[in-house]
């Protein structure tokens, strides 16, 4: 009993320390990881990638496509060719 007592206790102040934030369980992807992958797989399939393209597959906006594809390009996993508007895009690095 004293060592349930304990497990329950552990529990409880893992669960206040964490802030009642909901751990994901593995295997489990959240809608963000889900819209990269999509995006990447589409980029390995035409070897390019525009805003429009990433916006129409991630079902996203312009501005969350920028963001993420800027995320993809500063973790080293794509590099942007062009420089602004329609000319962008995307490959892999």
């Known amino acids: 009993?004293?060592?349930?007592?304990?497990?329950?206790?552990?529990g409880l102040l893992a669960?206040?320390?964490l802030g009642h934030r909901h751990?994901?369980?593995f295997g489990v992807h959240s809608e963000k990881?889900?819209?990269?992958?999509?995006?990447?797989?589409l980029l390995r399939k035409n070897k390019s990638l525009t805003n429009a393209q990433y916006r129409k597959v991630a079902k996203v906006s312009e501005a969350q496509a920028t963001r993420d594809l800027d995320l993809l390009?500063?973790?080293g996993v794509i590099v942007?060719?062009?420089?602004?508007?329609?000319?962008?895009k995307y490959v892999l690095r």
């Open 1 to 10: 009993m004293n060592g349930l007592l304990i497990i329950v206790g552990i």
């Open 15 to 17: 669960w206040i320390w």
């Open 23 to 25: 751990v994901p369980e």
């Open 33 to 41: 990881e889900e819209r990269l992958a999509a995006g990447l797989m």
């Open 73 to 75: 390009e500063r973790a």
């Open 80 to 88: 942007q060719q062009g420089k602004v508007g329609r000319f962008v």
